[in-house]
């Protein structure tokens, strides 16, 4: 069931957001610590179809409540009065409202530094001051404190247990908790009006996500980070699964850690990882078997769970080169390797290693620059090429450019490209904005630069990816 949060800060508004949320959610929470004014539950309530939770959270547990306690206490007395199907009660706050008609009690553990583990003890207590549903909610910024965060709502016992994790990530958590039975996942009404930064709204549970069809055979697809390139990622392969009645779904993850993602996965039956830059480098312990040449770059963005172990794969490496190709027979006409070309590459990490590789691999004297002089002077030397000073880059003279770092950013300032380097004789190779156009690329267009566009690159690797994981073909609009 999905629980939609709202969080009205005047009582006319409130009414209103909750006659919306009914009409789009199972259960509403009611959250009246952001209201202005002491609120009148009867008339807000009245002609509420769907079960209302009542809540009040302090601001040490996250919340917007900056009266006193004492206060508090008396607010949520009258909450119950009113009758709500449920009133939300902190454990150490619960021995001080006795149950009163029907209204559960939803009894509320929160922490606002780290995971919960000590859930037994806990769950005793929670007994013992008559809960009828005990909840945990925790910071979830990566699947490490997400997990005992599912544990706690996946095993049976004499109480039902809900979790709300916070932050972006807590989706991962809420898309979980619907395969595995969560009593019911929290939701926003919209944009603007999160229970807490980040959270998901209903329309993207259910547009992007088709959550109402996720159940215990879904089978999910890891996807690593949570930024423009991955949701949109995300958007896509989601569409080609549904297009094809395959009960799969991508799952937005954020992963730290590798010395338990294997045993994650394993429990979880996620057999795919599709990584993004910050991961890919990285990832390469997790691999067990690789190929040499995306082994050479540093980075792989794809990783599969075969018989043998997880195969780790470069699909970016390889759409690019599909893409390279035929644009260096229309610069380079003569020439099938580039031993007398230069190619300066610009940005670091995973994207700047690919680059690096494909063009050593055709021989071609690279050099690498990027606004962090440090880091792009750390990585050049790794990678035995020439390191170029940022603010010197317009002293020099290229064949061919890439745009490797999604943080690159056009204008005249210090640590930014200016657009006037892109002369009309340049190659250009966009790997700075993949799912979408980046400024530069657009400049390097308008200038009359030959381009290799970095949207076709990444259409060109969905597509590659979608059909590793379905053996079906994906459609791109």
């Given at each position: 069931m999905l629980c939609i949060s709202v969080t009205p800060t005047s009582r006319t508004l409130a009414k209103v957001d909750l006659l919306n949320a009914s009409r789009q959610g199972d259960i509403i929470e009611l959250c009246i610590d952001h209201l202005a004014k002491e609120p009148d539950f009867k008339d807000m309530l009245d002609g509420i179809s769907k079960p209302v939770i009542v809540s009040c959270r302090r601001q040490q547990?996250?919340?917007?409540?900056?009266?006193?306690?004492e206060e508090r206490l008396t607010?949520?007395?009258?909450?119950?009065?009113?009758?709500?199907?449920?009133?939300?009660?902190?454990?150490?706050?619960?021995?001080?409202?006795?149950?009163?008609?029907?209204?559960q009690r939803v009894i509320a553990v929160t922490r606002m530094d780290r995971p919960e583990y000590d859930i037994d003890s806990i769950f005793d207590e929670a007994v013992t001051h008559r809960a009828d549903v005990l909840k945990f909610r925790w910071p979830t910024p990566s699947m490490d404190e997400a997990w005992p965060l599912l544990a706690a709502v996946s095993q049976r016992r004499?109480?039902?247990?809900?979790?709300?994790?916070?932050?972006?990530?807590e989706l991962t958590f809420s898309l979980l908790g619907q395969k595995y039975d969560s009593p019911w996942i929290y939701a926003a009404l919209e944009k603007g009006m999160e229970d807490h930064p980040g959270q998901a709204t209903i329309e993207e549970l259910r547009d992007v996500y088709a959550i109402d069809e996720i159940d215990r055979q879904t089978k999910f697809i890891a996807v690593a980070g949570f930024g423009e390139t991955e949701q949109e990622t995300v958007r896509l392969l989601n569409v080609g699964f549904k297009s094809l009645s395959l009960n799969t779904r991508c799952l937005p993850v954020e992963i730290e850690k590798l010395d338990r993602l294997g045993k994650m996965f394993d429990i979880l039956k996620i057999k795919v990882l599709i990584a993004n830059s910050k991961?890919?480098?990285?990832?390469?312990?997790?691999?067990?078997?690789?190929?040499?040449?995306?082994?050479?770059?540093?980075?792989?963005?794809?990783?599969?769970?075969?018989?043998?172990?997880?195969?780790?794969?470069?699909?970016?490496?390889?759409?690019?080169?599909?893409?390279?190709?035929?644009?260096?027979?229309?610069?380079?006409?003569?020439?099938?390797?580039?031993?007398?070309?230069?190619?300066?590459?610009?940005?670091?990490?995973?994207?700047?290693?690919?680059?690096?590789?494909?063009?050593?691999?055709?021989?071609?004297?690279?050099?690498?620059t990027g606004p962090d002089e440090k880091v792009a002077k750390q990585e050049a030397n790794d990678l035995e090429v020439r390191h170029v000073p940022f603010q010197a880059l317009y002293?020099?003279?290229?064949?061919?450019?890439?745009?490797?770092?999604?943080?690159?950013?056009?204008?005249?300032?210090?640590?930014?490209?200016?657009?006037?380097?892109?002369?009309?004789?340049?190659?250009?190779?966009?790997?700075?904005?993949?799912?979408?156009?980046?400024?530069?690329s657009r400049e390097a267009k308008e200038r009359g630069c030959l381009?290799?566009?970095?949207?076709?690159?990444?259409?060109?690797?969905?597509?590659?990816?979608?059909?590793?994981?379905?053996?079906?073909?994906l459609q791109i609009s």
């Open positions: 547990d996250g919340g917007k409540w900056h009266g006193t306690e607010l949520l007395r009258q909450a119950i009065v009113a009758g709500p199907d449920y009133i939300e009660l902190d454990l150490d706050f619960a021995p001080k409202v006795p149950r009163f008609g029907s209204t004499a109480l039902p247990i809900v979790g709300q994790g916070t932050g972006r990530p991961l890919g480098m990285r990832i390469q312990s997790f691999a067990e078997v690789t190929d040499e040449a995306d082994a050479a770059t540093g980075f792989l963005d794809l990783l599969l769970k075969r018989a043998d172990g997880w195969h780790g794969y470069n699909s970016l490496r390889r759409s690019t080169l599909k893409n390279l190709e035929p644009k260096l027979k229309e610069a380079f006409p003569n020439e099938s390797m580039l031993n007398r070309r230069t190619v300066l590459v610009i940005g670091n990490g995973g994207l700047a290693k690919t680059a690096v590789s494909i063009f050593q691999n055709k021989q071609a004297i690279v050099s690498l002293d020099t003279h290229h064949d061919i450019v890439v745009l490797a770092s999604p943080d690159l950013q056009k204008g005249s300032g210090r640590l930014q490209l200016n657009p006037s380097y892109l002369r009309p004789d340049l190659l250009v190779l966009d790997f700075a904005s993949l799912s979408s156009e980046h400024p530069l381009l290799v566009d970095g949207r076709e690159i990444w259409r060109d690797q969905m597509q590659a990816q979608f059909k590793t994981i379905t053996g079906e073909t």
